[in-house]
């Protein structure tokens, strides 16, 4: 489903095939990753909780792919995928994980909060909706200084039911600000599922009643995900204004670390589970002539660098108790 609101040109760019398999890398060193904090949130090795969104990666890495240097992101606590897309290092973002020092905010934000600004990742934000004023401040700022730069802002179904939302969305519209509004629908907000929440099955019809373009996409589909970012920065880098993006995906597991997802009708979860976008792409790639034993090495290529990683940030020190009062607001 799209509503192009005048918009008629294709700006989208494809992916090399070479693009497609360091898009494939990405996204395993990120299933790596948040399957290890699965595991050390189950050892008890981690304090507070995590949202984990194993199989919504292609969105994240779709979208990344379509974006350059300068470009900002901003995203929920289901922030991993999209902040280890945009290029934060996976050693610090399992130092933040387990609250060590060398973690990307000092071990003080944990899980919800990873941000890594030197690679355009501006925050992990808890409060449903409460980023997306702030993409619109970023993509003011870029349009300020005319430095081309796009603001990219990642959130969940639910949040679009939130004031934040609509008026965020109003006023991209009407100053044309260069952001793109990329809604990971997983179909559930916490433990309600969409429809008991929201009156649309097409969360894209949203876009019409600001005027502003809106396309819905496989968001398990690496190359898909990225036409339609590409399309979307494209439009917005060049003074067209913002597009709404439903990426329709799902998360493998429950809403939070302890949430065992008892409310899912029997069989849906197999359904998506056929549906990975890693075993998409890994499709994709066999069938556009990519040799299996390539695949293969970036299976393990990613393997090492994820467990690599994790050995580095669990031998980290723990920081000084001096520093807690550092960054703080009192
Ligand atoms: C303003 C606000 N209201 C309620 C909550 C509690 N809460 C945390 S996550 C969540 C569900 C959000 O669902 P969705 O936007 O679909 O994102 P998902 O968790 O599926 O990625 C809610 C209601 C919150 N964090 N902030
Ligand atoms: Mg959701």
Partial sequence: MRIDMGRTKDAST??????????????????GFEDECHRLFAAGLVRGSTHLGQGQEAVS??????????????????????????????DRSFGEILGKAEGLCGGK??????????SGAMGSFAIVGGHLPIACGFAFASRFRGTGEVSVCFFGDGATNIGAFHESMNLASVWKLPVVFICENNLYGEYSPLRSTTPLDHLVERASSYAMPGVQVDGNDLMKM????????????SGEGPTFIEALTYRHKGHSRSDPAKYRPEGELEVWLEKDPIEQCVQTLLEAGVKSERIEQVRADAATSVAGALERAMNWPEPLPASRLEHVYA
């Fill in 226 to 237: 990225h036409a339609a970012a590409s399309e979307a920065v494209s439009c917005a880098r």
């Fill in 14 to 31: 494809a992916l090399t095939l070479d693009q497609q398999v360091d898009g494939l890398r990405t996204m395993l060193e990120i299933r």
């Fill in 109 to 118: 934000g944990g899980s919800m909060h990873l941000t890594h600004v030197e």
């Fill in 61 to 90: 890495v779709g979208t990344a792919l379509a974006l350059r240097d300068g470009d900002t992101m901003t995203c929920t606590y289901r922030g991993h995928a999209a902040t280890l897309a945009m290029g934060a290092p996976l």
